[in-house]
């Protein structure tokens, strides 16, 4: 046997935990069961959704180039569940994130806007996304990642004053929030009571420790989803996003669900 | 009309009075669109043999349900709007051999799931290489492969595998030697003395 076989050990020395899709290598694409979201799969599966700006990564996540036969190139960005809790809560297995192509998000609590850009690339171009952040030193990135994006509106304000920015927001298909804030549950009301449609949905991610450090995290998810019970938000399921977060769980549902109509009414 | 030259991209030819002087080759392009004629019966989008078009020229069939169809087949099949359009590429036998692996990684794979490789929407792509991770996430020139199977086939733990178990098959199957009568040394021919004697 060769002392060096196969250059292993150069390979795997450095970087071993950011991920193992090096570049240059190959993968194949696939659409996954979310619309708007692909797959990649290689000897890591990711994962991944198309960028709507060919050529720039927002936050140095990978991105892989696929040549179209009888086309343009077309690029996708790997999307990494350990930074976005929407990439945990798909990956968890939710069952709708109800954020699709062509729909309105309203995006509470958007930070640098890594998981914005994502959500950006899902609704693609005739979709809209209000992404509402109060710091503004993350407010900055998010700004300078919306300058490239035409669907993105970021907006620095506080989401708690949803009267301040209402003039900016129009009426929104989703909701998704993720504040940590111990109000979160009247904030989303808040914004939900402002922009959100009759029938519209919310995706909520909530951090047992922002809300309440001292009892157990489940008690903490119960009581939060009693307080949207209350506020006409109708849950429809509720995910931990364990592997990737600890004490989170995500929650979607509906706001203001029309009433099922019985078949003898009618 | 003898001179049907089957334009391939056209779809119809104007029926011109043939010039003389081509009267000279008339039995050689004869020939040869007979032979052309016989080898592509079928008709295409692009070139349609000349009983199926009606003076020179396509028409599109007066049935709805027909035309419908003939719409259908000319559209590239995609993954749909919801997914960009992304389309589906054509199944080459490299990339069929790719999503097989993909698939054999699965075990609960039936028959049905088998079928659906055939329609699969994916496409091949390539991680691209940024300048910073330069020394943490690259492939080598060597590494670098131009298919998946190849890729996975390269990797040195699945060399080594697979290595290891073509050793133990062969050692399994190599048929029983006379390694027990040789004599190895002294104590070994001591004891096979009796067996000489």
Redesign the interface.
């Known amino acids: 046997m060769k002392p060096r ?4 050990g150069g ?1 795997r020395g ?2 071993g935990g ?2 193992g ?11 996954h069961r979310h ?2 979201v ?1 797959v ?4 890591e599966d990711a994962l991944v959704t ?1 960028n709507m700006v060919p050529g720039e ?1 927002v936050y ?1 996540e ?5 040549q ?2 009888d ?1 343009p190139k ?3 960005r790997v999307w990494n569940p350990f930074r976005s809790k929407l990439a945990a809560a798909i990956l968890g297995g939710v069952d709708n994130i109800w954020i ?2 062509g729909a309105k998000v309203l995006y509470l609590g958007a930070a640098s806007g890594t998981t914005v850009s994502h959500v950006s690339d899902v609704v ?1 171009p005739n979709g809209v996304v209000y992404a509402v952040e109060f710091s503004h030193r993350s407010g900055r990135d998010l700004v300078n990642m919306a300058k490239k994006r035409t669907n993105v509106i970021p907006i620095i304000e506080d989401a708690r004053h949803p009267a301040k920015y209402r003039m900016l927001v129009g009426m929104v298909d989703v909701i998704f929030s993720d504040v940590a804030q111990p109000d979160q549950a009247r904030i989303l009301a808040l914004n939900a009571s402002y922009f959100l449609k009759a029938g519209g949905h919310f995706v909520i991610s909530i951090k047992a420790n922002c809300i309440d450090s001292t009892v157990p995290a489940e008690a903490v998810f119960q009581s939060e989803v009693k307080k949207l019970q209350q506020e006409q938000f109708k849950p429809f399921e509720q995910v931990t996003l364990e592997p990737f977060e600890r004490d989170h769980a995500c929650v979607v549902g509906g706001y203001r669900m029309p009433k099922k109509q019985k078949a003898g009414a009618a | 009309m003898p001179e049907s030259k089957a334009v391939i991209g056209l779809r119809w030819e104007p029926k011109l009075p043939a010039l003389p002087f081509q009267s000279k080759t008339t039995s050689m392009s004869d020939s040869g669109s007979v032979s052309r004629s016989r080898n592509e019966p079928q008709s295409t989008s692009l070139w349609k043999p000349n009983q199926q078009l009606i003076d020179g020229l396509f028409l599109p069939p007066n049935d709805p349900s027909k035309v419908n169809k003939l719409l259908r087949k000319q559209v590239k099949d995609t ?1 749909g ?4 359009d ?2 589906a ?2 199944l080459t036998p490299e990339l069929k051999k ?2 097989q692996l ?1 698939k054999s990684n699965m075990p609960h794979l039936n028959g049905f799931e088998a079928l659906l490789l055939h329609n ?11 300048v ?2 330069y ?6 020139k ?7 199977a190849d ?2 086939l390269s ?3 699945v ?1 080594q595998y697979r290595k290891r178990k073509v050793r133990e098959i062969e050692e399994r199957n190599r048929p029983a030697g006379n390694e027990k009568w040789k004599i190895k040394g002294r104590q070994t021919f001591k004891r096979a003395k009796q067996r000489r004697h």
């Open positions: 076989s196969g250059g292993r390979g450095r970087g950011r991920g899709m090096k570049g240059g290598s190959k993968v194949v694409v696939e659409p619309e708007g692909f990649a799969k290689g000897k198309k990564a140095n990978k991105r892989i180039a696929v179209n036969e086309g077309v690029e996708y699709k192509p693609g | 993954a709007t919801a997914w960009f992304m389309p590429p054509t790719d999503l993909l699969a929407k994916a496409q091949v792509g390539t991680v691209v290489e940024s910073t991770d020394y943490s996430g690259r492939m080598t060597k590494e670098k492969k131009p298919t998946l890729e996975l990797d040195p733990a060399r």
